[in-house]
């Protein structure tokens, strides 16, 4: 399993946020959740421009075990969707903290970020 | 406690995932299962299946018992080694199991799935009654699928030169056996291969042999979408006690040749059979790449009226798309729907088969 990178944010549910500048932050799911999930097949993306809520259910990620819905970890705007995971789900296996990002999405407030789990605390987490 | 094959130690050592599966503790990949199914297609696989359950029958009234119990007809194996598909039936039809079953040199032999072991070897003591045979559980034998276009230059590497050229010369379905060994062109992917079965404690050898010669390790998770792609039934999912072979694409199966052979099921099954209007085991092929999964309700038709189930449903490594096995009502529709998270996704309806050695059939 890959290390859990240190600027990075968690939900209990395995969704990672990181901030890319300013107000933008990408979205994905953890290396360890790729992992448990098998061969990824199919991300259905968000809608771009759309407006979600901390904790809303906003993608669907499906692997040969099964479908599991992707909440976002931060409220605000959808600016841009990963459109080469539609041909090519199975970046999100390769490479779960870089390249297989799911959304980005310019943040509506920031102090939410705190109700976000540090990398210490999601890796204790995943020990469960 | 669930049980274990004699390679647990070696899938360990390979990283084999193990999950539980009806008893037993088996891989269900070595890493990437997509990667596994390719490779069984464009190379070779190699997969533990020692979990299936043995019985060997031996004695007079092992025939004429078999020819009772078995929907298929074993008249038709003429030599040892020779084998058959078959479905046992219940009195109603119902399909208790499927099998293969193998002409031995001591008389037969079946191997049947792990998942219904209890049950049809109740059914089978329930029915021997006059019959005059012996019929024995082989705890002791592991099973190994070598499946894929390179399983000869595999298995090459364990076996005789006279025994290769032997098997070389067989067709599917006919096996070649020296002593307690038993190597059959049978399999469970669509390719082309065979499936070994040898003593537990000679397995692990033969194993590590046929992976150093480049036989790739794999897991359950690929048989399954293998066997999907090549449109072969999966006991539980496509059939069950309720289910008849006209409703799982195994008519085939059932042989009305000998008209005077009565086997359990064969009046049930020929009622149903004139009266039609049952359900048939579809092949679909979904525009989406979304899952439609077991048990997902598939509509013929915009208002919802005629409807239909899929039974197994998964993305095809090989065809790149969603697929799945479907037992729809009668009806010359090409194209049907399914509902996914609020969405009505199309699939064209085709054959239940969908690649055959290689190729795209669908």
């Known amino acids: 399993m890959k290390e859990i990178p240190e600027n990075y944010k968690f939900l209990s549910s395995h969704e990672w946020m990181k901030v890319e500048e300013d107000t933008i932050v990408a979205v994905g799911i953890s290396d360890y959740a790729q992992d448990q999930l098998g061969d990824i097949v199919f991300v259905e993306l968000p809608e771009l421009d759309s407006e979600v809520n901390q904790g809303d259910e906003v993608a669907v990620v499906e692997s040969v075990k099964a479908a599991s819905e992707i909440y976002s970890p931060v409220s605000g705007r959808i600016i841009e969707v990963n459109s080469s995971l539609e041909d090519s789900p199975e970046i999100v296996n390769s490479s779960a903290f870089e390249e297989g990002w799911f959304f980005k999405v310019e943040v509506a407030d920031s102090s939410e970020f705190e109700n976000l789990l540090s990398p210490e605390q999601y890796s204790e987490h995943c020990k469960d | ?362």
């Open chain 2, 1 to 362: 406690m669930t049980q274990k094959t004699a390679l647990f130690e070696t899938h360990l050592a390979a990283s084999g995932r193990m999950i539980e599966f009806n008893g037993w503790t088996m891989p269900i990949n070595f890493g990437s299962q997509i990667e596994e199914h390719l490779m069984v297609r464009k190379g070779c696989g190699i997969f533990d299946v020692s979990h299936m359950t043995f019985l060997d029958f031996k004695g007079p009234g092992c025939k004429s018992f078999l020819r009772k119990i078995l929907a298929n007809d074993i008249e038709n194996l003429t030599e040892d080694g020779d084998a058959i598909y078959s479905a046992i039936l219940n009195e109603s039809g119902g399909v208790l199991d499927d099998l293969i079953a193998y002409r031995m040199p001591f008389g037969y032999r079946l191997v049947i799935n792990c998942a219904t072991k209890e049950k049809v070897i109740k059914w089978i003591r329930q029915h021997i009654k006059e019959h005059s045979l012996i019929m024995t559980l082989r705890e002791d034998l592991a099973m190994l699928a070598i499946q894929g276009p390179n399983y000869l230059r595999v298995i090459s590497q364990f076996l005789s030169k006279t025994l290769l050229d032997e098997l070389k010369n067989k067709r599917a379905f006919q096996s070649v056996i020296e002593d307690e060994m038993l190597i059959s062109k049978t399999g469970y992917t669509g390719e082309t291969g065979v499936e070994v079965m040898i003593p537990s404690r000679e397995v692990k050898n033969i194993w590590l042999q046929a992976v150093e010669s480049g036989a790739n390790p794999s897991g359950l998770g690929a048989r399954d979408t293998l066997r999907l792609e090549a449109g072969m039934n999966l006991y539980g999912f496509e059939m069950n006690d309720e289910i008849s072979p006209l409703e799982c694409n195994m008519a085939w199966t059932v042989s009305l040749e000998d008209k005077k052979r009565e086997f359990i099921g064969k009046k049930s099954f020929e009622l149903k059979k004139e009266k039609g209007g049952f359900h048939t085991l579809k092949g679909l092929m979904f525009k989406d790449r979304s899952i439609v999964r077991t048990d997902h309700e598939v509509f013929l038709d915009n208002n919802k009226n005629t409807k239909g189930v899929v039974t197994s449903g998964t993305y095809s490594p090989t065809l790149k798309k969603s697929i799945a096995l479907a037992r729809i009502p009668p009806s010359d529709k090409r194209i049907c729907f399914s509902e996914l998270r609020g969405k009505m996704i199309e699939a064209s309806i085709g054959k239940p088969r969908f690649v055959k050695e290689g190729k795209i059939i669908f």
